[in-house]
């Protein structure tokens, strides 16, 4: 964990931080230590990303930096498509943009059965352990502090963020309209949203930074926070292009 405050620009708005699948405040926990003034958002019980948008939005400050992993980028891109003037910077972390693929509604409801016929513990183990990049398995806190965020979010909230996911709205049209400076980052070894996948993401936005964290994976803010808090340190100094 990087624990040392980084000095951005004083023209920056405040980091406001988006949370992905069965995560919570946990995931930034670097970025919320470096980075003044930053907050997380919380969804409580909402099970669609308009309505995760209008909760993070609610508790927002007029205007904000705003950054989403995972779910998160998917609930940043309702933001925008909300609120586009009160969004000062944009990024989005090992997410995707696609609609829902051959096979995937089976496989997220094949994962909440798990959940129910075997209990939340071998959810957690089924979906976990391959997020985290092969480099940073033996991190004993690491590890233990995502199980335990995975734990606290709980069935329920893990049913209706899968829900969210599974009726997602159209989101590629979005990405051209993005004026502000955006950032589009990945880990290297993010096998659920591959490095690959951010390319074309980071191409549709006029002007898109691609940053790509090496030996992580899907949780890069907590696997790979130094070298995850420069890139953002980066994006933070860029000159907004829209007031």
């Known amino acids: 964990m990087c624990e040392e405050t980084i000095r951005t620009s004083t023209e920056a708005a405040p980091l406001l931080l988006l949370p992905g699948l069965m995560?919570?405040?946990?995931?930034?926990?670097?970025?919320?230590?470096?980075?003044?003034g930053a907050r997380s958002a919380a969804y409580g019980d909402a099970d669609s990303l308009?309505?995760?948008?209008?909760?993070?939005?609610?508790?927002?400050?007029?205007?904000?930096?705003?950054?989403?992993?995972?779910?998160?980028?998917?609930?940043?891109?309702?933001v925008w498509r909300q609120a586009p003037e009160r969004v000062e910077r944009f990024a989005i972390f090992s997410t995707g943009v696609h609609g829902l693929r051959p096979?995937?509604?089976?496989?997220?409801?094949?994962?909440?059965?798990?959940?129910?016929?075997q209990g939340f513990e071998a959810l957690i183990e089924?979906?976990?352990?391959?997020?985290?990049?092969?480099?940073?398995?033996d991190n004993k806190p690491l590890v233990?502090?995502?199980?335990?965020?995975?734990r606290d979010a709980g069935f329920d909230g893990c049913e209706r963020q899968i829900?969210?996911?599974?009726?997602?709205?159209?989101?590629?049209?979005l990405l051209p309209s993005i004026t502000c400076p955006t950032l589009v980052g990945v880990g290297r070894d993010d096998a659920w949203a591959p490095p690959?996948?951010?390319?074309?993401?980071?191409?549709?936005?006029?002007?898109?930074?691609?940053?790509?964290?090496?030996?992580?994976g899907h949780m890069a803010p907590v696997e790979a926070p130094d070298a995850f808090n420069a890139a953002l340190e980066r994006w933070l100094a860029r000159e907004p292009a829209h007031v």
């Open 23 to 36: 995560c919570d405040q946990r995931i930034w926990a670097p970025q919320l230590a470096a980075f003044p």
């Open 50 to 78: 308009a309505e995760m948008a209008r909760r993070a939005l609610a508790a927002a400050p007029p205007r904000f930096s705003l950054a989403g992993h995972s779910m998160g980028g998917r609930v940043a891109l309702e």
């Open 103 to 117: 096979g995937e509604p089976d496989k997220r409801h094949a994962l909440l059965e798990i959940g129910r016929s």
């Open 126 to 137: 089924a979906w976990l352990p391959p997020m985290i990049g092969p480099d940073q398995r």
């Open 144 to 150: 233990e502090e995502m199980w335990q965020m995975c």
């Open 163 to 173: 829900t969210a996911l599974l009726n997602r709205p159209e989101v590629e049209s």
């Open 196 to 216: 690959a996948q951010h390319e074309p993401i980071a191409a549709a936005v006029p002007g898109a930074t691609l940053e790509i964290f090496e030996h992580c």
